[in-house]
């Protein structure tokens, strides 16, 4: 089939470009005529913290949006007369302001060393950080009028909107460099401009259409604030590798002196074909997330499933169509040095002459395999160590970048009002009759957590309870004084789920109750992440297992790529805790450690590794087939195989490592751990993984690689006319 199509795109170009181009422009314009459907708080319910909002949800509250100005001294004591004029003067300035819906009392700190002026906004809560400026503009001319005194705002809208900027700025600075690296690396890769430029215009468009076509998804399977960027990551990995494969394999077949129709329809046979399995291996991954049944991961699967099939499509259609159209002048205009370093020239036999880098480091794995194995297995085993002492927390306030005012003036705010930091969601829903003994209840509840350490006691009149107009549903915050992921924290809200809550709602008639909040996010995540991960894991192992057997005819290739893949993301695992969890590497990629690997990382990362690791495999050992079909031994064949596929494994490995890591440099841990991972584990799996754990592997093998079950075996493809030649070591030795 991939035959046939990369035949009829190389034979009618124009019709095949035009109709990428048609369908690109459809699913892109379409989408966005369709608008994105975005998960709501109940679709990303987990755990008992999702069914706490689901019950605050019933109660129907119209939680409208709040901020505050926060008074405090430059230096020294507060002057509460100055501190008195400050308030007095924001308030009467803000009642002024389009979008204050009202202007609360001022509250001194109980060390009376601030003062906190609450304010009301009007409007819809969804889009207050829209709205906020004003407001902000406003607190900028009562600071002006009082140098004296700090005066600042802060609050949920103007935290938004300063993070949001800044997160605004990063991904569009990565996604402004990645276009760059990858063209550079292209370049050096290919010596060529249009030879490089050709797999960016393929990965980017198919970027685009996949954007449209999970727009439309959305509507299915809800979308999250990641969706894009995933699409974006995802999409230039693999658009650029598959490309990169097809792109390679044509001008080798060119420089053998092969037509352009012939060169094209070999390079689908071969390389476009590596291209389909292992676009269907990363496309079982990824299917795996939606066995984790809930809204972000099924969102993360659904657009990498979507960019990954689009990718593969173009691959087969208008790559051949381009590359026919093009003919030679694909390797134009030639950069000098670049491109006597990376043209394909042809050596004995006809075949392409390869480079002594490659069989020099293939030397140990094929001259003492059993030593080689053992020594990097162990390695790479030793690597992975510390992904057994992996813990997982979701990223608090606290670690947000402090480079925006809002962020410190938070920080201001919680020291001197700590209820207004970290906070638990005590949510009760009972019969309305039962709506008394509730509030009595939660108000008892206040008042012993207000006597223990682990809780901060409520500012101003006491706890504030919230009941919803039909009295079924009560809702009380308990804050802490301790950040969100600290031990305290978690331990704050073991007490009130274990201890405080049932004891103080016991005997209620009908009552149904749960504890939500940050923190309660973060570990109810965190057990559901581990819940669902064997799964998940078992699921893409078992398909994967299938479509490896299935392709290459043998069992035993398709365990050892299982195997092989379970070690990189592994070694992977332990690089990530290593870097991230034991903080050894803050000040060399400018992070502070939050003791922990972000929550969703571990599950998404493992499909991600396991899909793209696959794209590697698949196309070397396609190439080492291609060997032992020719009639080289298995160890020639090994040889031909890794020393054949190694130049562009390797430029698309630095492709994705480029892309991945420019991930690290944005400001959000979690977004660093991300790039890290990404970028370490590919870096692995095509250096250790590739040119040294699985020479070796299938060289001690040898022909045991290629055993499968009568049934499975099927007929033999035809050997190529040319058989490939032995390398020059191998002939010596045999």
Same mark, same amino acid.
């Given at each position: ?46 755990? +008992? ?76 809560? +969804? ?24 005066? +600042? ?582």
């Amino acid at each position: 089939m991939t035959v046939r199509l990369a035949r009829w795109s190389a034979e009618h170009p124009w019709r095949a470009i035009a109709l990428w181009i048609v369908f690109v422009a459809v699913c892109f314009v379409g989408g966005n005529a369709a608008g994105l459907n975005e998960a709501t708080d109940e679709d990303q319910a987990i755990g +008992e913290v999702g069914r706490a909002e689901v019950i605050v949800d019933s109660g129907g509250f119209h939680e409208p949006a709040t901020e505050n100005v926060l008074i405090t001294p430059r230096s020294g004591a507060l002057d509460q007369a100055a501190a008195k004029a400050a308030a007095d003067d924001a308030a009467a300035r803000l009642r002024q302001v389009d979008g204050v819906a009202s202007v609360g009392t001022p509250l001194p700190s109980r060390d009376g060393n601030a003062l906190l002026l609450p304010i009301t906004m009007s409007g819809d809560p +969804e889009t207050a950080e829209d709205r906020v400026q004003p407001l902000r503009d406003t607190t900028a001319k009562v600071q002006e009028a009082h140098p004296a005194l700090r005066v +600042e705002q802060v609050g949920g809208p103007s935290i938004s909107q300063a993070l949001n900027d800044t997160l605004g700025k990063d991904f569009k600075r990565a996604e402004l460099l990645s276009l760059p690296v990858t063209l550079a690396i292209l370049i050096i890769a290919f010596g060529a401009l249009i030879a490089a430029g050709v797999p960016v215009l393929l990965a980017l468009s198919s970027v685009a259409a996949a954007m449209g076509l999970s727009t439309l998804a959305s509507h299915l399977v809800p979308a999250t604030d990641t969706t894009a960027s995933v699409i974006l990551l995802i999409g230039m990995a693999v658009g650029v590798d598959y490309s990169l494969f097809y792109v390679r394999r044509e001008r080798e077949e060119r420089a053998k002196g092969r037509a352009g129709l012939d060169a094209v329809e070999i390079a689908a046979e071969t390389s476009g074909h590596a291209v389909v399995v292992s676009g269907t291996a990363v496309i079982i991954s990824m299917g795996g997330l939606l066995l984790a049944q809930d809204a972000i991961f099924s969102s993360l699967a659904v657009g990498s499933i979507l960019v990954v099939a689009v990718a593969v499509i173009g691959s087969l259609t208008v790559l051949p169509a381009l590359l026919a159209k093009l003919g030679r002048w694909v390797d134009r205009p030639r950069v000098p040095l670049l491109w006597r370093l990376t043209a394909p020239r042809t050596g004995r036999h006809g075949q392409p002459a390869r480079p002594r880098f490659w069989p020099a480091v293939l030397k140990p794995a094929l001259r003492a395999p059993l030593a080689t194995l053992v020594v990097s297995v162990g390695l790479l085993l030793a690597l992975a160590a510390p992904a057994l002492g992996m813990k997982l927390k979701f990223p608090g306030m606290e670690d947000v970048p402090r480079t925006t005012a809002a962020m410190q003036a938070y920080d201001r705010l919680t020291a001197a009002f700590p209820s207004n930091g970290t906070s638990h969601t005590v949510a009760v829903r009972a019969p309305a009759e039962q709506a008394d003994r509730v509030h009595a209840a939660l108000t008892a509840l206040a008042g012993r957590a207000a006597t223990d350490p682990l809780f901060a006691p409520a500012e101003g009149d006491g706890p504030k309870i919230q009941v919803s107009a039909d009295r079924r549903v009560s809702v009380l915050e308990v804050a802490t004084p301790y950040a969100s992921r600290t031990d305290e924290a978690a331990r704050s809200l073991h007490e009130l789920r274990d201890d405080l809550v049932p004891a103080a709602l016991r005997g209620i008639p009908g009552v149904e109750y749960a504890v939500g909040g940050g923190v309660a996010a973060s570990e109810d995540y965190a057990q559901h992440v581990w819940e669902k991960l064997p799964l998940v894991a078992a699921f893409v192992l078992a398909l994967t297992f299938l479509v490896m057997a299935w392709t290459f005819r043998s069992v035993v290739v398709a365990f050892t790529s299982i195997l092989l893949n379970l070690l990189s993301a592994g070694a992977a695992y332990g690089l990530l805790v290593l870097v991230f969890q034991g903080g050894w590497a803050e000040d060399l990629l400018g992070f502070t450690s939050i003791g922990a690997i972000v929550t969703w990382l571990p599950l998404f990362l493992f499909v991600v590794l396991f899909g793209l690791s696959m794209d590697y495999h698949v196309f070397v050992v396609s190439r080492i087939r291609e060997g032992v079909r020719s009639g080289l031994s298995n160890r020639e064949a090994v040889s031909y195989g890794i020393t054949s596929s190694a130049g562009v494994v390797t430029s698309a490995a630095i492709v994705m490592v480029g892309v991945f890591s420019i991930f690290a440099t944005l400001s959000t841990i979690d977004m660093k751990q991300l790039g890290i991972g990404l970028a370490a584990a590919i870096l692995l799996d095509a250096t250790i993984i590739r040119a040294v754990v699985l020479p070796s592997l299938m060289t001690l093998l040898g022909d045991a690689n290629w055993w499968a079950p009568r049934f499975l075996r099927g007929r033999a493809a035809t050997p190529p006319t040319e058989p490939p030649a032995p390398t020059p070591e191998l002939v010596g030795a045999r």
